[in-house]
């Protein structure tokens, strides 16, 4: 029965999907409100940390300066979605984010990524 429970917890892969697809929304909101308390929240503890150690400054401010700076931009539309296991990938208009699952949901780990032939995406916000 607790196998179950378990498995039952992690939710179907469109289920994922739609969980993922909903974050990454309220991410965009977020951003296009200007709301840095929100953005902050919807990141990876590490990837906070790393953009707060990077900036020499609190998290609300340093998204506020990546924004301004269009390192992390109005994206528009989800073009797709990718959810491999507990980590995703959306890939948007103008920006792809990345995303990982934690017992409080999902929270995004990179974002202003850009894709480049041959390599990892490069991205402006990111965990260390």
């Given at each position: 029965m607790a196998v179950l429970v378990s498995i039952g917890a992690c939710g179907?892969?469109?289920e994922r999907r739609d969980e993922v697809t909903s974050e990454v929304t309220?991410?965009?909101?977020?951003?296009?409100?200007?709301?840095?308390?929100?953005?902050?929240?919807?990141?990876?503890?590490?990837?906070?940390?790393?953009?707060e150690h990077t900036a020499e400054s609190r998290c609300e401010r340093a998204i506020g300066r990546a924004i301004a700076e269009r390192e992390v931009p109005a994206a528009g539309?989800?073009?797709?979605v990718d959810v491999y296991g507990d980590q995703a990938r959306v890939v948007l208009e103008r920006d792809t984010l990345f995303l990982a699952r934690f017992p409080a949901?999902?929270?995004v780990?990179?974002?202003g990524c850009v894709p480049r032939p041959e390599r990892p995406h490069r991205c402006a916000v990111k965990g260390g």
């Open positions: 179907t892969l469109p309220r991410f965009q909101q977020a951003l296009g409100a200007g709301r840095h308390e929100q953005l902050c929240a919807a990141l990876a503890p590490a990837t906070r940390e790393e953009l539309a989800v073009q797709g949901g999902w929270k780990t990179a974002a």
